[in-house]
């Protein structure tokens, strides 16, 4: 199983980008995601997470401006960042919780944030 992550790059404060988790193999559909991110210095943090069945979680510094979602047919997971901050600087990174427990992780996608 691979993931590939991707959609990072430089966006000026305000602005948005839109980060997308491609998995390989047959899990996608059976996992719950998760998008992570750690910047420099700091705690690798929880930014956002979405079920099996769609049902979605947010850390409190992201809601009501990042949206994750899926499309098991597609395998792939996306987060819609809005309104980014220099504060949202960071790699992130995608992961998958089957529900057998096993995780999966991708590499990290460097976000940066600046005018």
């Known amino acids: 199983v691979q993931l590939q992550a991707s959609g990072g790059g430089l966006v000026q404060p305000g602005g948005s980008l839109r980060l997308s988790c491609a998995a390989s193999?047959?899990?996608?559909?059976?996992?719950?995601m998760n998008w992570y991110r750690q910047a420099p210095g700091k705690q690798r943090e929880l930014v956002a997470s979405?079920?099996?069945?769609?049902?979605?979680n947010y850390a409190d510094s992201v809601k009501g401006r990042f949206t994750i979602s899926r499309d098991n047919a597609k395998n792939t997971g996306y987060l819609q960042m809005n309104s980014l901050k220099p504060e949202d600087a960071a790699v992130y990174s995608c992961?998958?919780?089957?529900?057998?427990?096993?995780?999966?992780w991708g590499q990290g996608t460097l976000v940066t944030v600046s005018s």
């Open positions: 979405i079920t099996r069945s769609g049902s979605t």
């Open positions: 193999g047959n899990i996608f559909s059976y996992s719950a």
């Open positions: 992961n998958l919780l089957h529900y057998t427990g096993m995780g999966y």
